[in-house]
């Protein structure tokens, strides 16, 4: 299983990046599959996640700037994020969730997305 992370990089307050995740050796289309971030000294928290249907949910600090999306075809979750702020600053990781049917879950690499001022 490899879930690959590309698309983070340095951007300046009030842009945008767009992540990409590719992900193999997994059944994709019937997985929920999450970004999560993890700032310095902080917990890694969900940023916004989508089910196999496309339902979406969303950290209340991204409602309205990121937009998750998924292409079952191409086995890929991406992640538009607009008017970026300082605050987004952290590692993303993308996440193929665990659930009844998939009891394990898997975790990308991660890539850093810095916001400067």
């Known amino acids: 299983v490899q879930l690959v992370e590309s698309g983070g990089g340095l951007v300046q307050a009030g842009g945008s990046l767009r992540l990409s995740c590719a992900a193999s050796g997994i059944f994709f289309s019937d997985r929920t599959m999450g970004w999560y971030r993890q700032a310095p000294g902080k917990a890694r928290e969900l940023v916004a996640d989508i089910t196999s249907g496309g339902s979406t949910k969303y950290a209340d600090s991204v409602k309205g700037r990121f937009t998750i999306s998924r292409d079952n075809a191409k086995k890929t979750v991406n992640l538009q994020m607009n008017s970026l702020k300082l605050e987004d600053t952290a590692v993303y990781y993308c996440?193929?969730?665990?659930?009844?049917?998939?009891?394990?879950?898997?975790w990308g690499q991660g890539t850093q997305v810095t916001v400067s001022s």
């Open positions: 996440n193929a969730a665990r659930s009844s049917k998939w009891p394990r879950d898997y």
